[in-house]
C-alpha cells in the first residue's frame, strides 16, 4: 500500500486536513501506521477524538513511532485513549 484508499469527499475540513496529515507524516512508517487508522476511522472520530488526534500529531515521528512500538513512554495528555486504538490498529495488511 502506497497510500490513502479513502477518498476525502463527504468529510468536513477538519477530517480532510487530519487525514491529509496521517498519510503525510514525514517517515513512511508513520505514514502507514497513522494512515490506515485514519483511512478506517476518521469519518467515526468524535470532536474530542479529532482533538486527540491532533495532539498527537504534533509528536515527532521518532518518539511516536517508539511510543507505538512499546520503547518509550510518552506524557498522558498524548497516551489517552485514541493513542492506546492506534496502537492496537493492525498495520499489516489483512490478506497478506
Known amino acids: 500500500m502506497t497510500g490513502t484508499t479513502r477518498s476525502s469527499n463527504g468529510l468536513d475540513d477538519r477530517r480532510k486536513r487530519l487525514l491529509f ?3 503525510h507524516r514525514g517517515t513512511r512508517e508513520m505514514d502507514l501506521i497513522l494512515g490506515r487508522f485514519a483511512d478506517a476511522e476518521i469519518g467515526n472520530l468524535s470532536d474530542d477524538e479529532l482533538t486527540q488526534l491532533e495532539i498527537l500529531l504534533e509528536v515527532n515521528d521518532p518518539d511516536l513511532y517508539a511510543a507505538i512500538i512499546g520503547d518509550k513512554v ?3 495528555d498524548v497516551t489517552g485513549a485514541l ?5 492496537a490498529y493492525p498495520i499489516a495488511d489483512s490478506d497478506v
Open 74 to 76: 510518552l506524557p498522558a
Open 21 to 23: 496529515r496521517c498519510w
Open 83 to 87: 493513542f492506546a486504538r492506534v496502537k
